[in-house]
């Protein structure tokens, strides 16, 4: 279970008529968030019967909570109602929680034909989720301490920034501070071309624009293939964002996340003067396009670069396509005739800080 449960101190329960629950009423739970706003309050008023008062309970450790059944997991035309389960609370109301959920309690708590769970349990909240959190899971611990943090309202202010430090977010997230500096958002704008074959043709035109001075905060996150990559945060002020200082020791690779950061868009804007052509090697040649489908590079031709693709599934000819204009042609050769002919090139993209973006090798 993730770690960035909030466990409010206090909820309020409504009430609909229901004849499938032990008490013949089902309850919709919220909670108050740690400056005292009701979450959710309009969805629950909306759904709560007027006619049954609303109670409001301090959310302690309670035990007594007994498994009733699983309603939903049916599509009525176009509308799909999730699996919940029905859980039965000792203070006499019926909820529901998801499948998930009631996983992690069997995976951390017994459930005893005829008495129900055993062990103390609590409410907590994954964002817009209920949960019910058994006090003996070994997460427990850590999402208590994390609470105690989020609960004590205090957050860390501007002037407190410390250039390295690591901080911590209310979503539990820890952040690296790198300074303050100028944020680049690249606007784009679509923009209609010449129709062609009755359809619509669009391009679109790429505005930098300067939005001043922010704070940037960068992480490294991992891709599904292991690799990393820099995640930057860009705010205008703290605020309540962080609620807590990790370590206020610069980290040792701060020299290295700052690279990383100059090398982004928002950091510094891509200039398109900066691009620069190189032509491919023979052997880089064959290599690019050796056992690939449709693959790309540049040909200088009529005083310009102009995108190609080239087909080299076929080892004894290779197929060549001019792909600009909405138009195309095929060409066939040996890679040596096509290396010849189009003398291929790959673009290297720099920003206007000079930092290469991107490498077309």
Request: hydrophobic content about 25%; proline content about 2%; overall charge negative.
């Amino acid at each position: 279970m993730k770690s960035n449960i909030f466990v409010p101190k206090t909820i309020h329960v409504g009430f609909q008529k229901r004849s499938d629950t032990y008490t013949k009423k089902l309850a919709y739970v919220i909670y108050e968030d740690e400056k005292g706003k009701l979450r959710k309050e309009t969805s629950w008023q909306n759904w709560r019967d007027k006619d049954i008062e609303p109670i409001v309970f301090e959310n302690v450790a309670t035990s007594g909570f007994v498994l009733n059944k699983k309603v939903g997991d049916y599509c009525s035309d176009w509308n799909h109602r999730q699996a919940y389960v029905r859980v039965y609370d000792s203070r006499d109301f019926e909820f529901e929680i998801t499948i998930e959920n009631l996983l992690y309690i069997l995976e951390n708590a017994s459930s005893i034909k005829g008495k129900g769970l055993e062990g103390e349990f609590i409410y907590g909240w994954d964002g817009k989720d209920l949960l019910l959190m058994p006090i003996a899971s070994p997460d427990y611990a850590e999402i208590s301490k994390y609470n105690e943090i989020v609960q004590s309202n205090i957050h860390i202010k501007t002037k407190e920034l410390i250039l390295g430090a690591t901080y911590m977010t209310k979503a539990n997230e820890e952040w690296i501070y790198m300074g303050r500096f100028d944020y680049y958002y690249n606007k784009s704008e679509r923009i209609e071309m010449p129709s062609t074959n009755f359809y619509k043709n669009y391009t679109y035109k790429y505005t930098n624009i300067n939005k001043g001075k922010y704070h940037y905060f960068v992480r490294e996150c991992k891709c599904y293939d292991n690799s990393t990559y820099l995640q930057t945060l860009k705010i205008k002020s703290p605020g309540s964002k962080f609620i807590s200082t990790i370590s206020t020791e610069c980290v040792e690779n701060y020299a290295e996340l700052f690279e990383k950061l100059e090398c982004t868009t928002d950091y510094s804007p891509y200039d398109e003067s900066k691009d620069e052509y190189i032509t491919y090697t023979f052997e880089e040649f064959c290599n690019k396009f050796k056992d690939t489908w449709w693959n790309s590079c540049y040909s200088y031709q009529n005083n310009e670069y102009i995108d190609m693709e080239i087909n080299s599934r076929n080892s004894n000819e290779i197929v060549y396509r001019e792909s600009h204009n909405y138009s195309s042609k095929d060409k066939k050769g040996t890679i040596e005739e096509v290396y010849s002919i189009l003398q291929p090139t790959y673009k290297n993209e720099y920003l206007k800080n000079g930092k290469l973006y991107k490498e077309g090798k």
